[in-house]
Nanobody
């Protein structure tokens, strides 16, 4: 199994910054994709940013230009640098990884427990 542990959430004023981290551990052969999702109260979970390999990145329109996703493959860790935060960014942020446990494993999605980000106006 793969365990994902997020950290770095908290309370910040509008215009401020936070950096989220997510470390994957367990019997991992390969992680192909790592991503950040978020879910605000009363809303569906949405994709915030995704990174495949180290250079193929995509962002939701609402965060492009403000958030940056990066990854350290040696540490099986993904980061989300969040700048110019807005109250609308308030949500629980979840890390996900598409990982293979062995060479012959087709892979599965794994999720972290989430970390709260609250942006005050």
């Amino acid at each position: 199994q793969v365990q994902l542990v997020e950290s770095g959430g908290g309370l910040v004023q509008a215009g401020g910054s936070l950096r989220l981290s997510c470390a994957a551990s367990g019997r991992i052969f390969k992680i192909t994709v790592m991503a950040w999702y978020r879910q605000a109260p009363g809303k569906q979970r949405e994709l915030v940013a995704r990174i495949t390999g180290v250079a193929n990145k995509m962002y939701a329109d609402s965060v492009r230009g403000r958030f940056t996703i990066s990854r350290d493959n040696a540490k099986n860790t993904v980061y989300l640098q969040m700048n110019s935060l807005e109250p609308e960014d308030t949500a629980v942020y979840y890390c996900s990884a598409f990982a293979q446990l062995t060479l012959f494993d087709r892979g599965s999605d794994y999720w972290g427990q989430g970390t709260q980000v609250t942006v005050s106006s």
